[in-house]
């Protein structure tokens, strides 16, 4: 099974997302479209009817990647690229090795949206060659989401004592919403986010597996706060409560596939995949509960509602809410210089709508948002450290591709 969308069509108080009058009108027609009365609350859904970004182009760095996942830049400007059957690339001189890194742990590659997921290297790669891994562990009967470290040889052909240091305390059947990203903080600690475990049927402990990302006492549906070595920082918000798992920094979350920090603010972004409607751009913060399932603006998959609320006590509101769903993936802030008026703001990949969405965050809000046309499923957008957008695609015959100013 794929993302949601393949079988789918700030704090609390934070000012509504403004956007065009025609996107307005697009979500009252995907409410009409979806049978059901457009759900009510601070955020006001944003549709399909964007206005298009202009002054850029598309550019192939290469192709023949096996739905690619991640990609991570090495110091010398080599990258790593994860394929979610199971297999790191290294992309060398804009070619890929054809013999991909060995010493990986055990992957699930046929776990549905599980398999290899991303690849973060370790703030001090240039002198301890780390390299971290999300990825699904298990059988597509019996899995969950992992992390797992390795040393880059200098040849980069091969992952040295390669461990697991950290996985879901718990184990979920069928092959959905593992998450899984990863993002280093200033402080030198590592953020990953799980998934909330799937769709009904899909259960756990005699309810609907989703429910648990309301229980800290599970890593479901979570933003984890990990050291370096996979374990709890001390300071972690839920350290202190003997019923939480220690490691969570956040919860009440469906699955986040995008996940940066804005460089200038330290601010942590998010997108995460709602259900029928209802995907989510939120402001992460630790020890706050961002709703899922008991608030949202998703409904089920066969139609109604998934709650009456879209607002709650000591609830998170988020900044957007994407109906119909775009299926979010990766997510990076702009830094380069080639797109002057992009500096700062956030660049968010769309599975379904094979797009990129643009949002000018100023003062904490979003001011405004456009689209980028890919044409293929976007699964990860990164900034490369040579100052320019990089886009994979998430296709049998996958491409890593650089927008520049046409």
Request: aromatic fraction near 6%.
């Amino acid at each position: 099974m794929r993302d949601q969308a393949d079988h789918s069509p700030a704090p609390t108080g934070a000012a509504p997302h403004r956007f065009a009058t025609s996107a307005l009108a697009a979500a009252g027609v995907a409410a009409l479209l979806l049978g059901c009365s457009a759900p009510a609350g601070s955020i006001e859904p944003t549709g399909t009817a964007l206005p298009e970004a202009t002054g850029w182009r598309l550019e192939t760095v290469v192709r023949g990647l096996t739905h690619p996942w991640a990609v991570a830049w090495l110091p010398n400007g080599d990258a790593l690229i994860t394929e979610r059957p199971g297999r790191l690339r290294l992309l060398r001189d804009g070619a890929l090795d054809p013999a991909p890194i060995t010493g990986l742990p055990d992957i699930c590659g046929d776990c549905g949206q599980g398999g290899l997921l991303d690849v973060a290297l370790h703030p001090d790669f240039a002198s301890n060659r780390l390299v971290y891994l999300t990825f699904a562990q298990g059988d597509p009967d019996k899995n969950r989401t992992a992390l797992a470290r390795g040393r880059l040889d200098a040849a980069g052909k091969r992952l040295l004592d390669t461990e697991v240091i950290f996985h879901n305390a718990d184990w979920k059947s069928g092959g959905q919403h593992f998450g899984s990203r990863l993002v280093w903080l200033a402080d030198g600690t590592l953020l990953m986010s799980i998934g909330d475990g799937g769709n009904p049927p899909v259960s756990f402990r005699g309810e609907n597996i989703r429910n648990q990302a309301q229980n800290p006492g599970t890593h479901f549906g979570a933003v984890l706060r990990l050291t370096d070595d996979g374990t709890a920082p001390p300071d972690n918000p839920l350290a202190d409560d003997p019923a939480a798992k220690p490691e969570i920094y956040s919860w009440g979350h469906r699955n986040i596939q995008g996940m940066t920090v804005h460089a200038d603010s330290g601010v942590i972004y998010a997108n995460e995949h709602g259900s029928r409607g209802g995907d989510e751009l939120n402001r992460i913060q630790p020890g706050n509960n961002y709703g899922w399932p008991e608030v949202t603006y998703s409904n089920e998959y066969w139609g109604p509602r998934i709650s009456d609320k879209t607002q709650a006590p000591g609830i998170t509101d988020p900044l957007v809410v994407w109906t119909p769903s775009k299926a979010p993936s990766g997510l990076t802030v702009y830094t380069g210089e080639r797109f002057p008026d992009w500096q700062g703001d956030l660049l968010s990949g769309a599975l379904k709508f094979r797009e990129i969405h643009r949002l000018d965050i100023e003062d904490g809000r979003v001011r405004d948002e456009e689209k980028l046309d890919i044409g293929a499923r976007v699964r990860d957008v990164r900034m490369g450290p040579d100052g320019e957008l990089y886009v994979l695609t998430d296709e049998d015959d996958g491409a890593l591709l650089r927008i520049v100013p046409d």
